[in-house]
Structures are given as C-alpha cells and as structure tokens.
T-cell receptor
C-alpha cells in the first residue's frame, strides 16, 4: 500500500519541550516538504528537501528543524523556540518537483 | 510574481445542482495550476492539474477545470454536487523555484 504516512495524528507539547513529527513515504519520491496550516488559512512552507542529505528553509522556518538522512523519511522537530506551535502540520512529497502529494497531517496542540 | 485569487470564501449549493468554484491566476509565463480538496482534519487531495497539455482538465470525482488564458481563470466545476463534496478547496499555482502558492481557500457547503 503506497503513500505518505504521518504520525502521530495528534501531538501535545508542553512549554519548553521539543517534539518531533514523523513523515514517511514509500513512493520513491526524491522531494519532500513540510507545511503549516492555521485555521481558515492556506498552507505555509516550513522546510523542503529535494534530495537526501540536503534541505532548504521555506517561508517560516524559524523555530523548526528537519533532517533528511533517508529518502523515505523527513522528520520535523518543533523546537521550544517556536512560540506559537499550535497548528495542523502537513507533509508532502513529489517525484517531479511539480505535483505534490500530501499526507494525512498531524495536529499539534500546546498544553 | 505568481499568485492565485479564489473569488469566494464560501459557496453553498443544493445536492444535485452544479458547482462552480472560481480562481483567477497571475503569472508572467504559462503557469502550472492545481486544485486540491481538504476534508475536515484531513490532508490535501489532488483533484486535478493543468500543465499546458490541454485547456480542459478532467479530475477525480467528476470535477473538471478549464484554463482560460484570456480571462486568467482556472475555475473548478462539477455538474452535480454530492454531499461528500462538502470540503475546503484550494486553487494552487507554482513559482519558478517549484514552490506551491496557495489560494485562501473556498469552503463548499452542500445542502440536502
């Protein structure tokens, strides 16, 4: 069963805590992306990676970090420096840098 | 710079009637254009994409969109709405560095 999986579906963060969101794909796509969605808004790009061991900042990278050690995995860490982390986080992947396919999302809530 | 404008934040239709979701684009060259749908608390699903091969693009679930260069539009249509079509729809384009640029979204309500 091919696709993009994100885990967990819901994640709770305490003040000062770093949390990591998982994104895995078995589509053999080279490019992967992380977006943030706030209520009633479109998506904003956090980080993207076009190839293993390489990634670039998107429009709102502050307070976030990523790694791309394997082609199929692109985890996102929300650090304590991100002061307003409550949002819906979406991961996507692409084989041709044009059409992006999205995972089911992770909702992050602050306790 | 590339951009898209979704002209309606909310659209309400009765089940079985046509759906029209409007999107205008701004681009200095032939754009790539997409329509995505998002059901509540779900990820985005690609409905269709325009990449200059044909001006009328057919997508999944009976949706289609027509690229009109003279009107700089890429409106999404469906002949007959179903209750399961109720969702948020995003018109999306792409800039020269392959970054997606999202419209603000249109929420479709389908009345029984």
């Amino acid at each position: 069963d091919g696709g993009i999986t994100q885990s967990p579906k819901y994640l709770f963060r305490k003040e000062g805590q770093n949390v990591t969101l998982s994104c895995e794909q078995n589509l053999n796509h080279d490019a992967m992306y992380w977006y943030r969605q706030d209520p009633g808004q479109g998506l904003r790009l956090i980080y993207y990676s076009q190839i293993v061991n390489d990634f670039q900042k998107g429009d709102i990278a502050e307070g976030y970090s990523v790694s791309r050690e394997k082609k199929e995995s692109f985890p996102l860490t929300v650090t304590s420096a991100q002061k307003n982390p409550t949002a819906f986080y979406l991961c996507a992947s692409s084989i041709d840098l044009k059409t992006q396919y999205f995972g089911p999302g992770t909702r992050l809530l602050v306790l | 710079a590339q951009s898209v404008t979704q002209l309606d934040s909310h659209v309400s239709v009765s089940e079985g009637t046509p759906v029209l979701l409007r999107c205008n684009y701004s681009s200095s060259y032939s754009p790539s254009l997409f329509w995505y749908v998002q059901h509540p608390n779900k990820g985005l699903q690609l409905l269709l994409k325009y990449t200059s091969a044909a001006t009328l693009v057919k997508g999944i679930n009976g949706f289609e969109a027509e690229f009109k260069k003279s009107e700089t539009s890429f409106h999404l249509t469906k002949p007959s709405a179903h209750m399961s079509d109720a969702a948020e729809y995003f018109c999306v384009t792409m800039d020269s560095s392959y970054k997606l640029i999202f419209g603000s979204g249109t929420r479709l309500l389908v009345r029984p």
